[in-house]
């Protein structure tokens, strides 16, 4: 067994956010999504698009549609980010100055990038967005809305660019879990009751509130209900051409129920993009921290096939409180046979690689379980990112088997 900080080796993989491993169909109703997938709805496959404020890369998805991606963002970190995460380019640049020829995008979009610019710079940047996109191109656009004004504002200096311009409010009763105890949406005078119900939830409750919610904005945007106008989010949507259905322009959500990963590599298996491995019920949706890791509780298992392999290494981080003064347990075991047992005493990254003896390696005709237990949860509540991790112990990623 080997282990070390990750020093100069890169951080993220790419493929991640769209990967079969990391998206099942039924994570398009989780609300946090519902901006994702109002966009993923209306693009062309195909077509050419580009994410100013690209951020960490939320819209790779739509390479199940064969769209062609390309991200701005002032920030290099997070350009960085987005490329590794399955963008087609990323560039870190100032979006009132966009480095692209005329009329080189199908669509450009951005999720809460203008909701703070005074009208002079929405009206400069909404300018450089035309000038790259194509004649029909549409611009598509989340907006954090302030107050009730916030939308009739945005519409007015879209109009002065855009010949077509439509708008909708959305989300002022969707709200993910997490939303809903925020203190700022807590000072709308919400139920004392229904707050403490949703603090009392465990991880994959809340998980399924959020499906909930999702699965009603989409009926919602489905059926074409009108939502009251003091929405938290607006949807906007723009062109010089005249525009198609608000929602579901281009709807076709086949690359959402097929997109089949084998997880190979020159000489191993890859876990995390196997369509092949299966992840038990120990574990929890991924999480973009980044990478791209999937938390654990107590006690999480993996099968699999493979060739005889001779060794296995996965990155794992934890944030559970206190590691100086409570080192945290942890065992990797295959096929009931423990291979290692360590303490997290530190917080960051650890890449480990685990020797598997022969005649391990040999034994079930290729049929493996890899299982990895803690010796404990962060059962006090909150954790560092300011999340719930009540039921979490190890955030784990980059799960590989080497013949």
């Known amino acids: 067994m080997t282990a070390n900080g ?114 002079t710079e929405e009206e400069s940047l909404l300018a450089e967005m035309r000038r790259v996109l194509r004649s029909d191109g549409v611009s598509l656009h989340g907006i954090e809305c302030r107050d009730a004004a916030t939308g009739t504002d945005h519409t007015t200096r879209f109009q002065k660019v855009f010949q077509h311009v439509a708008i909708e409010p959305r989300y002022s009763f969707c709200l993910s879990a997490e939303s809903f105890l925020d203190p700022d949406v807590r000072e709308s005078k919400l139920e004392p009751d229904f707050l403490e119900y949703l603090r009392g939830l465990s991880f994959k409750e809340r998980r399924a509130f959020d499906l909930a919610m999702g699965y009603v904005c989409s009926r919602v945007s489905d059926l074409g209900v009108s939502v009251p106008s003091n929405a938290t989010q607006c949807l906007l949507k723009a062109s010089d051409a005249p525009l198609g259905p608000f929602h579901n322009e281009h709807r076709d959500r086949r690359g959402l129920f097929s997109f089949p990963v084998t997880g190979r590599t020159e000489n191993g298996l890859c876990l995390d993009r196997s369509s092949q491995a299966v992840f038990d019920d120990g574990w929890f949706q991924p999480t973009l921290l980044p990478p791209v890791a999937r938390w654990m509780g107590r006690q999480a298992r993996i099968r699999f096939h493979s060739s005889p392999m001779n060794t296995i290494s996965l990155d794992l981080t934890t944030q559970i409180p206190d590691l100086s003064a409570q080192p945290l347990g942890f065992e990797i075991l295959l096929n009931g046979v423990k291979l290692c047992s360590f303490s997290f005493f530190k917080y960051g990254w650890l890449e480990l690689i685990v020797n598997v003896p022969e005649s391990l390696s040999g034994q079930s005709k290729g049929d493996f379980e890899l299982e990895l237990r803690a010796d404990r949860t962060a059962s006090a509540g909150l954790g560092t990112n300011g999340h719930d991790d009540r039921e979490l112990s190890v955030a784990v990623c980059n799960i590989a088997v080497y013949q």
């Open 6 to 119: 990750n020093a100069g080796k890169p951080q993220y993989l790419s493929d991640e956010v769209f990967d079969a491993r990391y998206f099942k169909a039924l994570d398009r109703f989780d609300i946090s999504l519902a901006p994702t997938m109002w966009v993923y709805d209306n693009v062309r496959a195909g077509s050419h698009l580009l994410h100013v404020g690209c951020g960490a890369g939320t819209l790779a998805l739509l390479k199940r549609k064969g769209v062609t991606i390309t991200g701005i963002d002032t920030s290099r970190e997070f350009a960085l980010t987005a490329r590794y995460n399955g963008y087609d380019a990323t560039f870190q640049a100032d979006p009132a100055l966009l480095p692209f020829p005329g009329q080189s995008f199908d669509y450009v979009v951005s999720f809460g990038l203008l909701d703070a610019l005074a009208a």
